[in-house]
């Protein structure tokens, strides 16, 4: 199964999840949030790194308004909405693709919509 080309370059997705890392456990300095294009760049990064692990095209994992991606192996969809999907703003998915928060507690505490079969990530989540 080919892989669709990465968008964003390796060390600028790096950097740009770093300086979210560092930007949120800043909490002695509130109000010192991450810029939008560093918010977007390690989304757009995190997603490419999903799918290149988790090839597929069954669950779709949409992270509003930067990114979409589909991964995991399975039945492929056509048209119309995905019989699997996964949604959550972007500060739950980087928290999860960080390990500073489960995927059962997401799912848990309603920061991430999860429907279907195989809309579950426990297994590929933390990315890093």
């Not at 790096?14 to 890392?21: G, I, N, P, S, V």
């Not at 996964?86 to 999860?114: H, N, P, Q």
């Amino acid at each position: 199964m080919a892989i669709a080309r990465r968008r964003i370059d390796l060390a600028e997705g790096r950097t740009a999840l770093a300086a979210w890392q560092a930007a949120v456990g800043q909490e002695t300095v509130p109000g010192t949030p991450p810029s939008r294009t560093v918010l977007a760049t390690a989304v757009r990064y995190s997603l490419e790194e999903l799918t290149a692990r988790a090839p597929g095209n069954s669950v779709e994992v949409r992270v509003p308004p930067f990114g979409v991606t589909q991964c995991v192996e399975g039945p492929r969809h056509t048209r119309g909405t995905p019989p699997n999907v996964i949604e959550c703003d972007a500060a739950t998915w980087l928290a999860m693709v960080t390990g500073r928060l489960a995927w059962s507690d997401a799912v848990d505490a309603g920061r991430v919509a999860a429907s279907g079969l195989r809309a579950d990530l426990s297994e590929l989540l933390p990315l890093l």
